[in-house]
């Protein structure tokens, strides 16, 4: 036996469950989210607070270190990059933020890695213990510090070199590396008070943004829509649609009312002098465009080759058609006015013809002839 709730209806009762459900999932995918973003700053601010280091920590280093200047951490696995080309970074600053997308293993371009070895932080300098020497950037001397927001790359600029350079690191390390790089800076300019005040500020804002546990839905909030799939946004788009349709109709042309013939439109229809852009008319008609024979209000002829006097050409009192007569190398000043002409046709060297777009064209018998309308239908002839 199906079960119900207080409504009697089975489908209520279904739609409740699956609602539950959907909003039970995107509730607990917020808030992991939020718990590991919570865990992460309460992590940093943790490590601010107790960030310090010792002059023990650098025993056994090839390092020394003058007098008050204690090893803060050290990272075994760090490569030396230079910029090939002269850069601005930069001021450094005390900026805590969260990445905003995983580091990539890759250096970007213009970067290139000259030595590799061993990173250490101390309090007065950053230092890499390389291979071919070693490479101090003291923070007294900083001048400019940028970190890749996308590969793990930090450039350093200080006074007494032209070029940036600086540390390409393992992507688990470097922000970790960051963040105590961070730390030890402020730490030299005497303000890690401000580094704990922006991670509490950060804690706090964080805070509220603390996802809720939804309510319950019952069966009784069910509603009649919940049938259609899609719900209210179907039932709004097909209402659309009904009102659409009967507007389509009515702004469409009717059938002949005197039940006549109906005369099968060609499916490239040609063009008459007035659908063309204003822009292609002359500003006055030409003298000869008074002569032409009064337009009838009955279908144009049908574009094939074959069918009507002119073989599909459009009216023009030119006499130009799509029959085969005499190729026009030369046509009427008024050409442009009765037929769709290409851009720049007047500069083609060839005989007049029509593009598979409807347009037309001075490049007959020439090579690459409307190449840039689907090439040629036929020639325009007289």
Same mark, same amino acid.
């Given at each position: 036996?199906?079960?119900?709730?207080?409504?009697?209806?089975?489908?209520?009762?279904?739609?409740?469950?699956?609602?539950?459900?959907?909003?039970?999932?995107?509730?607990?995918?917020?808030?992991?989210?939020?718990?590991?973003?919570?865990?992460?700053?309460?992590?940093?601010?943790?490590?601010?607070?107790?960030?310090?280091?010792?002059?023990?920590?650098?025993?056994?280093?090839?390092?020394?270190?003058?007098?008050?200047?204690?090893?803060?951490?050290?990272?075994?696995?760090?490569?030396?990059?230079?910029?090939?080309?002269?850069?601005?970074?930069?001021?450094?600053?005390?900026? $805590?933020?969260? =990445? &905003?997308?995983?580091?990539?293993?890759?250096?970007?371009? *213009?970067? @290139?890695? +000259?030595? !590799?070895?061993? /990173?250490?932080?101390?309090?007065?300098?950053?230092?890499?213990?390389?291979?071919?020497?070693?490479?101090?950037?003291?923070?007294?001397?900083?001048?400019?510090?940028?970190?890749?927001?996308?590969?793990?790359?930090?450039?350093?600029?200080?006074?007494?070199?032209?070029?940036?350079?600086?540390?390409?690191?393992?992507?688990?390390?470097?922000?970790?590396?960051?963040?105590?790089?961070?730390?030890?800076?402020?730490?030299?300019?005497?303000?890690?008070?401000?580094?704990?005040?922006?991670?509490?500020?950060?804690?706090?804002?964080?805070?509220?943004?603390?996802?809720?546990?939804?309510? $319950?839905?019952? =069966? &009784?909030?069910?509603?009649?829509?919940?049938?259609?799939? *899609?719900? @209210?946004? +179907?039932? !709004?788009?097909? /209402?659309?649609?009904?009102?659409?349709?009967?507007?389509?109709?009515?702004?469409?042309?009717?059938?002949?009312?005197?039940?006549?013939?109906?005369?099968?439109?060609?499916?490239?229809?040609?063009?008459?002098?007035?659908?063309?852009?204003?822009?292609?008319?002359?500003?006055?008609?030409?003298?000869?465009?008074?002569?032409?024979?009064?337009?009838?209000?009955?279908?144009?002829?049908?574009?094939?080759?074959?069918?009507?006097?002119?073989?599909?050409?459009?009216?023009?009192?030119?006499?130009?058609?799509?029959?085969?007569?005499?190729?026009?190398?030369?046509?009427?000043?008024?050409?442009?006015?009765?037929?769709?002409?290409?851009?720049?046709?007047?500069?083609?060297? *060839?005989?007049?013809?029509?593009?598979?777009?409807?347009?037309?064209?001075?490049?007959?018998?020439?090579?690459?002839?409307?190449?840039?309308?689907?090439?040629?239908?036929?020639?325009?002839?007289?």
């Amino acid at each position: 036996m199906a079960k119900t709730e207080s409504t009697g209806s089975t489908w209520r009762y279904r739609w409740a469950q699956r609602q539950n459900v959907r909003r039970v999932s995107t509730y607990r995918g917020a808030e992991t989210a939020w718990r590991r973003r919570d865990d992460e700053l309460r992590r940093l601010r943790a490590l601010a607070a107790d960030f310090q280091g010792s002059a023990a920590a650098g025993a056994g280093l090839p390092l020394e270190l003058v007098d008050d200047e204690v090893v803060l951490w050290a990272l075994p696995a760090a490569q030396l990059v230079e910029v090939r080309h002269t850069t601005v970074l930069p001021a450094p600053d005390l900026t $805590v933020a969260a =990445p &905003a997308a995983p580091l990539r293993p890759r250096r970007p371009d *213009g970067v @290139r890695v +000259t030595d !590799a070895g061993m /990173a250490v932080i101390t309090s007065r300098r950053l230092v890499l213990l390389g291979g071919r020497g070693r490479r101090d950037w003291a923070y007294g001397r900083m001048t400019g510090l940028a970190h890749d927001p996308a590969a793990p790359v930090t450039l350093i600029q200080v006074l007494d070199r032209r070029r940036a350079s600086g540390l390409l690191l393992p992507t688990d390390a470097a922000a970790d590396f960051r963040f105590k790089l961070t730390l030890a800076f402020a730490d030299a300019i005497e303000q890690r008070a401000a580094v704990l005040a922006q991670l509490d500020e950060l804690i706090a804002e964080h805070d509220q943004l603390k996802p809720f546990r939804p309510a $319950v839905t019952t =069966p &009784a909030q069910a509603r009649l829509s919940s049938l259609v799939p *899609g719900g @209210r946004r +179907t039932i !709004a788009v097909a /209402a659309g649609i009904a009102l659409l349709v009967p507007a389509a109709l009515f702004d469409s042309n009717p059938s002949d009312p005197t039940g006549g013939a109906e005369v099968a439109a060609a499916a490239t229809p040609a063009r008459t002098p007035s659908a063309l852009p204003a822009l292609l008319r002359p500003a006055s008609p030409p003298p000869a465009r008074t002569t032409a024979p009064k337009r009838s209000s009955s279908p144009r002829p049908s574009s094939t080759a074959t069918a009507g006097p002119r073989c599909g050409a459009p009216e023009n009192p030119l006499g130009y058609d799509f029959c085969a007569g005499t190729r026009i190398r030369r046509p009427a000043a008024e050409v442009c006015d009765w037929f769709d002409c290409v851009p720049q046709f007047w500069a083609g060297r *060839g005989y007049l013809v029509q593009c598979q777009d409807g347009s037309v064209s001075l490049t007959g018998g020439r090579a690459g002839a409307c190449a840039d309308h689907r090439g040629v239908r036929w020639a325009i002839s007289q």
